[in-house]
């Protein structure tokens, strides 16, 4: 069965960093994309980043170019968020998600092509 469990979140000051790991069990996973995803209080989860697990392609969205990074690592499967710049914006639980590549690939962006959710981890932007 497969498991996501993330980590990383906690909180840190507009301007700062922070990098989100994600931990996945259960599976090979050389099928699957990865993705992030957040939850802000009072709104709709939204799509942050996702990557495709074998050929490493990655895909950002548009509120978070330029400074967050989405990664991953075969050897210890993990997946990573790097997030740079940050403002009270992204303040949101993070959420980590996979879902098999040939599904999920069209439309990477919608939560319910995602099989699979870990329970999330908060991050605070805020002086």
């Known amino acids: 069965q497969v498991q996501l469990v993330e980590s990383g979140g906690g909180l840190v000051q507009p301007g700062g960093s922070l990098r989100l790991s994600c931990a996945a069990s259960g599976d090979s996973f050389s099928s699957f994309l990865m993705g992030w995803f957040r939850q802000a209080p009072g709104k709709e989860r939204e799509f942050v980043a996702a990557?495709?697990?074998?050929?490493?392609?990655?895909y950002h969205a548009d509120s978070v170019k330029g400074r967050f990074t989405i990664s991953r690592d075969i050897a210890k499967n993990m997946v990573y968020l790097q997030m740079n710049s940050l403002n009270p914006e992204d303040t949101a639980v993070y959420y980590c998600?996979?879902?098999?590549?040939?599904?999920?690939?069209?439309?990477?962006?919608?939560?319910?092509?995602?099989?699979?959710w870990g329970q999330g981890t908060q991050v605070t932007v805020s002086s």
């Open positions: 990557v495709t697990w074998s050929a490493g392609g990655t």
């Open positions: 998600a996979a879902g098999l590549l040939y599904r999920a690939f069209s439309r990477l962006e919608q939560d319910d092509v995602y099989d699979y």
